[in-house]
């Protein structure tokens, strides 16, 4: 006698491993496509065909010849994207114009800070949209959920340049207590305890303006599905049980929740190593947005290309990573 338990776990490996494998063939499908649009994009950008160099009043026509032809520019643009992917398996992204170093040392060497920021920023966006979303359904149409609604409304209203400005003259210039850009002061300890404080000293402005200007509409979101669960039969058997309010938050709310919030989780991934190009210029944090914003002033087209084929790789695997977490909390539902 077969024990039906086993041919359950069996149609749920089946079931991860369809999945794994279609995700995989259609992320390889999506990247090809991707990049033939940001390659094809980029190479109709003015000067894209001489790497920006007739910019430069000092380059003579020699050494821009010099330059087609040191970065291939002056091959047919077919043999150039067939170059360019082939070196994308690799993992090389080529070399950049301004820097002559290799493009993947760029972002490698500004990535961390990105990932750091940003991962703090978005870890309190979902922290506080969580809490203060399920809150506020649970005490809907009271003085403490129009507050928190008028909040999320400021959040989803606020420009994050403008917020930025206003704490750097409030708490760098007229009462200093934070630093105005950067991410070391002078002196301070290159390792260690005290590296790290004076590290997050330096991003607690930056983490600020990216928190308010992001739990917005993430609140909201949360606060509409929230509302909807309450309208659910269980949710008011559960009250009719005498089930104090935690229990339902915990057994009957964020369950239901879940699902939803890995979906978003996914959405937000690329965030992390895309960086916020205006924030980071404003703060002068030498990270992914900065760099991808001098790229585009210096016409820094590989550096350029390789950002975007990471941010494009990141977005494809936090989806594919969102549908392996909704799978295993629900095991037996079928995904095409």
């Known amino acids: 006698?077969?024990?039906?338990?086993?041919?359950?776990?069996?149609?749920?490996?089946?079931?991860?491993?369809?999945?794994?494998?279609?995700?995989s063939a259609y992320l390889l499908l999506l990247l090809i496509f991707i990049s033939l649009l940001s390659f094809a994009a980029i190479?109709?950008?003015?000067?894209?065909?001489?790497?920006?160099?007739?910019?430069?009043?000092?380059?003579?026509?020699?050494?821009?010849?010099?330059?087609?032809?040191?970065?291939?520019?002056?091959?047919?643009?077919?043999?150039?994207?067939?170059?360019?992917?082939?070196?994308?398996?690799?993992?090389?992204?080529?070399?950049?114009?301004?820097?002559?170093?290799?493009?993947?040392e760029e972002i490698f060497d500004r990535i961390g800070i990105t990932l750091l920021l940003n991962g703090i920023s978005m870890a309190l966006i979902f922290v506080i949209a969580l809490k203060l979303?399920?809150?506020?359904?649970?005490?809907?149409?009271?003085?403490?959920?129009?507050?928190?609604v008028n909040l999320s409304l400021a959040s989803f209203a606020m420009p994050g340049f403008y917020l930025a400005l206003l704490l750097l003259l409030l708490f760098s210039l007229w009462?200093?207590?934070?630093?105005?850009?950067?991410?070391?002061?002078?002196?301070?300890?290159?390792?260690?305890?005290?590296?790290?404080?004076?590290?997050?000293?330096?991003?607690a402005l930056p983490v600020i303006?990216?928190?308010?200007?992001g739990f917005g509409s993430l609140l909201l979101y949360v606060r509409a599905l929230t509302l909807e669960i309450l309208k659910s039969d269980y949710i008011f058997f559960a009250r009719a049980r005498g089930l104090s309010e935690a229990m339902i938050k915990r057994y009957y709310i964020l369950p239901n929740l879940m699902p939803s919030l890995i979906t978003m989780m996914g959405l937000s991934f690329p965030g992390l190593f895309g960086g916020s190009v205006i924030l980071e210029a404003i703060f002068s944090i030498e990270g992914m947005g900065q760099l991808f914003y001098?790229?585009?002033?210096?016409?820094d087209y590989p550096v350029i290309l390789g950002i975007v084929m990471i941010?494009?790789?990141?977005?494809?695997?936090?989806?594919?990573?969102?549908?392996?977490?909704?799978?295993?909390?629900?095991p037996y539902a079928r995904k095409s």
């Open 209 to 213: 303006v990216l928190t308010f200007t």
């Open 1 to 23: 006698m077969v024990d039906r338990s086993w041919r359950g776990i069996g149609r749920v490996s089946r079931d991860v491993v369809r999945l794994i494998v279609g995700k």
């Open 294 to 299: 001098q790229s585009t002033l210096s016409r």
């Open 175 to 203: 009462l200093p207590l934070f630093p105005s850009g950067g991410i070391a002061s002078f002196g301070a300890p290159e390792e260690g305890v005290g590296r790290w404080v004076d590290l997050l000293w330096h991003l």
């Open 43 to 104: 190479k109709l950008a003015p000067n894209a065909m001489s790497g920006g160099g007739e910019l430069n009043p000092a380059m003579t026509p020699e050494a821009l010849a010099h330059m087609r032809q040191v970065y291939g520019l002056n091959r047919p643009l077919v043999e150039q994207y067939l170059a360019w992917i082939s070196s994308l398996a690799q993992l090389d992204f080529g070399v950049s114009y301004v820097s002559g170093r290799p493009v993947s």
């Open 311 to 330: 941010g494009a790789l990141m977005t494809l695997v936090g989806n594919m990573a969102a549908d392996l977490l909704l799978l295993k909390l629900n």
């Open 133 to 148: 979303g399920i809150s506020s359904a649970l005490k809907h149409d009271r003085t403490y959920d129009r507050l928190v």
